[in-house]
C-alpha cells in the first residue's frame, strides 16, 4: 500500500514535497518552512497586487505600497513575500487551535540579508512583542530563485490553554 500524499493544508496547497506541513509532539507544534509561493498556479508571490485589500492597506500603513512603481518595484518582492509567509504561518497556527502569541520562535531564512528590515516591520504586525529568533543567510531558497525568504516557527500548545 502507498502511504498518503502531502496534506493540503486549506486554501494554503500542499507542501512542495513529500514532507508535513506541521506536525504536533506533546505540547509543541513545529511548522515546516513557509515561502511565498501561490498554491494555485506555483507563482512566487513579487508583487502588491497579489496581496488581498486587507494586506495592502496594512502594509501602506507601514509606509509601504505606496503606488508608485520606482519605489514599488523594489520593495514589493521581499515586502510582499514577508507578508504572505507571516500570514500563511497564522494560519497554520489557527487551524492546529492556537495563536500567533503561542509562537515561542522563529527562524528565519534570507537569500538577501539586506532585507531583513523590511521583513522585520512587516513581522512587527503579525508579532507585536518579541519572539526568540534566528536570522539566516542562504545562497538560494526553493523552489524558485526569485524567493526570497523562508521562516519556520515552533508553537507552544500548552501556552493557548492557559
Known amino acids: 500500500m502507498n502511504p498518503p500524499g502531502p496534506p493540503i493544508v486549506d486554501g494554503l496547497g500542499k ?3 513529500r514532507y508535513a506541513a506541521s506536525r504536533r509532539f506533546g505540547d509543541f507544534l513545529f511548522l515546516s518552512g513557509v515561502v511565498a509561493v501561490d ?3 506555483g507563482e512566487v508571490i513579487e508583487r502588491y497586487d497579489q496581496l488581498s485589500q486587507a494586506a495592502k492597506a496594512s502594509l501602506q500603513n507601514l509606509g509601504y505600497c ?3 512603481a520606482s ?3 523594489f520593495e514589493a518582492p521581499i515586502v510582499a513575500q514577508s507578508w504572505i509567509v507571516l ?3 497564522r494560519e497554520l497556527v489557527e487551524l492546529e487551535g492556537a495563536r500567533l502569541e503561542d509562537v515561542s520562535r522563529l527562524v528565519q531564512y534570507f537569500t538577501r540579508l539586506s532585507d531583513y528590515p523590511a521583513y522585520n516591520r512587516v513581522r512587527q504586525i503579525f508579532f507585536p512583542a518579541p519572539v526568540v529568533s534566528t536570522v ?3 545562497a538560494a531558497l526553493l523552489p524558485d530563485p526569485r524567493v526570497r525568504v523562508e521562516v519556520e516557527a515552533t508553537v507552544w500548545m500548552a501556552a493557548s490553554l492557559r
Open 39 to 41: 498554491p494555485r498556479d
Open 66 to 68: 505606496t503606488g508608485q
Open 15 to 17: 507542501p512542495l514535497a
Open 71 to 73: 519605489v514599488d518595484v
Open 87 to 89: 500570514e500563511r504561518i
Open 136 to 138: 539566516v543567510g542562504v
